[in-house]
T-cell receptor, first 114, second 112 residues
Framework: DVKVTQSSRYLVKRTGEKVFLECVQD?????MFWYRQDPGLGLRLIYF???????EKGDIPEGYSVSREKKERFSLILESASTNQTSMYLC?????????????FGNGTRLTVT | GENVEQHPSTLSVQEGDSAVIKCTYS??????FPWYKQELGKRPQLIID???NVGEKKDQRIAVTLNKTAKHFSLHITETQPEDSAVYFC???????????WGAGTKLIIKP
């Protein structure tokens, strides 16, 4: 069974802090994703990566960056946290792209920026 | 680009009754439509999916139907049970990049 692990379940940070959200998957998946989940807005894609050291912007990349130095690890970075980045962040992974894209999600990190 | 609309945002049904959640998509080239279930405090998980070459797919109490002409697909849950209470997300995948475009989610409440 695929396991996607997010390092923190809850985080509280102050405005202006640099925040790192870590995600590790254990199934050698090529693709990794970061989403943010807000009520009524569904899942919005922030960044994704198809391979090590590769990254692509999603729908809402502003204020975020990512790092993928190893295949199993995908980090989301908030360079200078702001209150509007308070949200639930979900990491996901999948095998290489294809007609049937099955995402395996982590349990999420609920970030509060005060 | 693709856009997916999902209705209703909240659905409350009596235990034992059926529930139907509907999604519409804008790009007729989209060809894969999954449904994910997210129970309270848990991760979203795939529960059923359908490809564009199929009109209906069933798995026990859940089914998905696809109308390509109208560009909409629906999730049907029969004989609802308390454990069906969750947020359900639909999505559509476009063959150009296989990225999933998500609906906004439906909170399903099963009343005892």
């Amino acid at each position: 069974d695929v396991k996607v692990t997010q390092s923190s379940r809850y985080l509280v940070k102050r405005t202006g802090e640099k925040v790192f959200l870590e995600c590790v998957q254990d199934m050698d998946h090529e693709n990794m994703f970061w989403y943010r989940q807000d009520p009524g807005l569904g899942l919005r894609l922030i960044y994704f990566s198809y391979d090590v050291k590769m990254k692509e912007k999603g729908d809402i990349p502003e204020g975020y960056s990512v790092s993928r130095e190893k295949k199993e690890r995908f980090s989301l970075i908030l360079e200078s946290a702001s209150t509007n980045q308070t949200s639930m962040y979900l990491c996901a992974s999948s095998l290489q792209p294809g007609p049937k894209v099955v995402l395996h999600f982590g349990n999420g990190t609920r970030l509060t920026v005060t | 680009g693709e856009n997916v609309e999902q209705h209703p945002s909240t659905l409350s049904v009596q235990e034992g009754d059926s529930a139907v959640i509907k999604c519409t998509y804008s790009d007729s080239a989209s060809n894969y439509f999954p449904w994910y279930k997210q129970e309270l405090g848990k991760r979203p998980q795939l529960i059923i999916d359908i490809r564009s070459n199929v009109g209906e797919k069933k798995d026990q109490r859940i089914a998905v139907t696809l109308n390509k002409t109208a560009k909409h697909f629906s999730l049907h849950i029969t004989e609802t049970q308390p454990e069906d209470s969750a947020v359900y997300f639909c999505a559509a995948s476009h063959p150009s990049n296989y990225q999933l475009i998500w609906g906004a989610g439906t909170k399903l409440i099963i009343k005892p």
